[in-house]
């Protein structure tokens, strides 16, 4: 705003997040476009992965009569309308934004990713899911480990197993995603099966260490899908019998980390690959 505004505009705070400008000699065309200088300058901004978002509003005040505290409230309003207006499309842009941030971090995340959700629409077609339940798996899968943004890139790469230290901050990843995703409207409804993915069929899953079918249906087939990606990740490279052996190790922990049912329909698509 200091950058955009004129020497003799004043910049006050109004309120935690709020801030208002007065603007001398200013009439609703010069206002119109302060504001758009603004947005612009704000739209080149980067915060590491946070997209910086303002809503604006403007009042003009023609009239000596005219009482400011009146203007201030006009701009105000006008600054609500102008938030619910473009506040859908700036999360969306944030969300953009973490998934291009982990990619950075994490060179393999969007070849992870994308195959995670390849198995799991292809487990969901197996399962005869609906339209709807099959684009919730397909994005929830594409966007389980979107919490990965508060986790080190050091801790991502590493070859070697985490010490407990480092794995209870990887750990915290499902709860960032639920957070993530439940404060974007086009996203809420799939905020669960990320913080979930991470359960086991046993109950000695993390978060919150839930058991059986009190894991969404979907969360417990990202699971499966998640863990045979990670065991066959370099499986351009490797021979078949190393998929031979992520089957072996799915179909062991059946019915302790896994969906016994989920992994026979796994297998029932690729235990023969």
């Known amino acids: 705003m200091k950058k955009v505004c004129r020497a003799d505009e004043i910049i006050g705070r109004v309120g935690g997040d709020e801030f208002a400008i007065l603007l001398p000699e200013t009439d ?22 946070i997209v910086v978002s303002l809503a604006i509003g403007y009042a003009v005040k023609e009239s000596a009569d005219q009482d400011i505290k009146e203007i201030h409230i006009q701009a105000e309003n006008r600054m609500y309308k102008d938030k619910l207006r473009y506040r859908k499309r700036v999360k969306s842009q944030t969300i953009e934004s973490f998934i291009n941030s982990i990619n950075t971090k994490y060179g393999r995340e969007r070849i992870h990713v994308e195959r995670v959700s390849r198995y799991c629409e292809a487990m969901g077609k197996a399962m005869k899911f609906n339209e709807k339940e099959m684009n919730d798996i397909k994005t929830a899968a594409l966007l ?26 990887y ?70 019998e190393n998929k031979e052996k992520a089957i072996a190790e799915l179909k062991n922990c059946a019915g302790s980390r896994f969906d016994p049912d989920v992994v026979k329909v796994f297998v029932s698509l690729w235990g023969q690959a």
Not at 31 to 49: F, N, Y
Not at 150 to 165: C, G, Q, T, Y
Not at 181 to 193: F, H, I, N, R, T
Request: aromatic share 8%; glycine share 6%.
């Open 28 to 49: 609703e065309i010069k206002a119109k476009i302060i504001k758009k200088r603004i947005i612009d300058t704000a739209a080149t901004t980067m915060l590491d992965s």
């Open 144 to 169: 389980h480990d979107i919490g990965k943004i508060i986790v080190p890139a050091e801790l991502l790469n590493k070859n070697r197993k985490l010490s407990k230290k480092e794995f209870e901050v």
């Open 171 to 240: 750990k915290r990843h499902p709860e960032a995603g639920y957070q993530i995703l439940k404060s974007v409207d086009e996203y809420a409804g799939l905020a669960e099966y990320v913080l979930y993915h991470h359960e086991r069929w046993d109950g000695k899953g993390y978060p919150e260490g839930l058991k059986g079918e009190e894991i969404p249906l979907i969360s417990r087939i990202i699971s499966v899908a998640d863990a045979y990606e990670v065991m066959t990740a370099q499986e351009a490279y490797q021979k078949t």
